[in-house]
């Protein structure tokens, strides 16, 4: 007998306000917008360099429309014996122009902190409206933007780090989907990139660039994660099945040029003694059991936290088995922790972020939908200006604390609505036998997680397994509602 449709859409609107989201924009929301939409013009700016004749493009998800950053490079001279760099501009959608601080929508934003992916459904942190409008970098559209401008050496450095406000047009909307493969040379170029020879060199040139970046990451002890992430396949509304999202040369194009730019942003905002929003991994608490993760493969790592050594047990992973390397990497995350939040002070010593190997770095190029970037954003304008800072220390711990909070929060909707989608998916297929690695173990059960299609579950009698563990175990029931999937061994 087939299973009676579950309402996944109202389950994720109730699982939002279970978590303390606020999913609905207040009437004064819809007031601020109603006059952002009459205006005929750009909010006025000063001192903004026209970069519109650049050849910028962005480089998304296939369903993306808040486009938050756009992308140019530009390959430098060399001189004399020294090898010319490239040069790698950023522009980061200025959302804070149109978002006044304390305005209505500034105010919801405040509070929720983060637009939240529940598969079926978005949360945006912004209106719709304004987040896919008015302050998305749109394709063909002039918009004004904060630019990081730095130089990427040849040996993967990266020198002359400013930021700046700017005025910019995106010339190509991309896709990872279309674009990955292709510099990979595994599929044709998308249309727009075949149209376009300046665009295909480019585009050549950025990921030339990117590479750089992670080498020179990996060789200063950056984790190399590759996490296998699941997608819900809907049709009109319903869910048909899980699909598998997963790295390619596209998405770590624009990884690395992110995690550039936030680190070019922090060193900055330090530079010009500023206080800001720290973004830190703390050194794992449960190193002990990631060493022996690491021993059951034949790999010795040091007693004491070294991300450098942990990450060439990774590659190595990576090299003698791809096919499970994204177990290794959610394990990894498991054991690491997650990420938070925190109020950096100009004095202060820093706490650095583990899994990226480096110490001063911020949340910079998501303001359309994390509320942290937005305050970054705010900070470096007032910087720029040389204007008093807009936040005062306690209010940006205050703010570093409720975006952990609700960062917490919304992983755990997401999380949720994970475990419904793939009931909903798996219901048909009690009985069957999967491969599955355990990724927590903890008070409340020990979690696996199955790969093909990816979901997470209870594992029943979990006796003498641990974070890492491989197993086979058979779905025994799925429930949609309390997003349940109980496996046996």
């Known amino acids: 007998m087939p299973h009676p449709p579950f309402d996944l859409a109202a389950a994720a609107r109730q699982t939002m306000l279970d978590q303390g989201f606020q999913p609905d924009f207040h009437p004064a929301v819809d007031q601020q917008m109603a006059a952002l939409r009459a205006q005929s013009t750009l909010p006025a700016a000063p001192n903004l360099q026209d970069l519109r004749h650049l050849l910028w493009s ?22 004399g014996v020294t090898k010319g760099g490239i040069r790698v501009l950023i522009a980061i959608a200025d959302v804070d122009s149109d978002v006044p601080a304390n305005s209505p929508i500034d105010l919801h934003a405040a509070i929720e902190t983060t637009s939240v992916y529940t598969g079926v459904r978005t949360f945006p942190m912004l209106p719709e409206a304004l987040s896919t409008g008015l302050t998305s970098l749109n394709e063909a559209s002039d918009r004004l933007a904060i630019v990081t401008d ?83 396949v809907l049709s ?27 680190g070019v942003m922090a060193r900055t905002l330090k530079a010009a003694g500023v206080s800001s929003i720290a973004r830190v991994v703390r050194t794992p608490e449960r190193w002990p059991r990631i060493v022996t993760l690491a021993a059951q493969y034949g790999t010795t790592l040091p007693a004491t ?17 791809p096919d499970h390397y994204a177990d290794i990497s959610l394990a990894i995350v498991k054991l690491m922790g997650p990420g938070e939040y925190v109020l950096a002070r100009p004095s202060d010593p820093t706490l650095g972020h583990f899994a990226l190997a480096t110490l001063d770095y911020t949340h910079s190029t998501a303001p359309n939908r994390r509320f942290a970037d937005t305050v970054t954003q705010r900070l ?33 909707v997401e999380r949720i609505m994970n475990k ?67 496996f046996a061994r």
């Open 58 to 79: 962005s480089i998304d998800n296939d369903s993306s429309r808040d486009l938050d950053q756009i992308e140019v490079a530009e390959r430098l001279p060399s001189v």
């Open 236 to 262: 009109d509304g319903h869910v048909t099945g899980i699909n598998t999202r997963q790295k390619n040369r596209a998405t770590e194009l624009i990884e690395n040029f992110m995690v550039a730019a936030n």
């Open 305 to 321: 936290p070294d991300s450098g050594a942990l990450n060439q047990f990774l590659l190595a992973r990576k090299a003698a088995d």
């Open 420 to 486: 419904r989608i793939a009931a909903v998916a798996l219901q048909p297929r009690i009985g069957q036998t999967f491969p599955a690695v355990v990724t927590g173990v903890t008070p409340k059960g020990t979690f696996v997680r199955i790969t093909n299609p990816i979901a997470e579950g209870i594992l029943i009698h979990p006796e003498g397994v641990d974070v890492g563990d491989k197993l086979q175990v058979k779905l025994v029931s799925a429930d949609p509602q309390r997003g349940y999937l109980d």
């Open 150 to 232: 730095f130089t990427v050496a040849p040996d993967g450095t990266i020198s002359s780090g400013t930021v700046y406000r700017a005025l910019v047009r995106n010339q190509a909307q991309l896709t990872y989907n279309g674009v990955g493969p292709w510099l990979e040379g595994t599929a044709p170029a998308p249309a727009k990139v075949v149209a376009s020879p300046a665009l295909q060199a480019q585009l050549k040139l950025q990921d030339e660039a990117a590479r750089l970046l992670l080498d020179e990451r990996h060789r200063m002890g950056a984790l190399s994660l590759d996490r296998a992430e699941a997608e819900a």
């Open 380 to 412: 470096i304008k007032a910087a720029i200006a040389k204007t008093p800072p807009p936040y005062s220390d306690p209010q940006l711990d205050a703010i570093s604390k409720n975006c952990t909070l609700k960062e917490d929060a919304a992983r755990k």
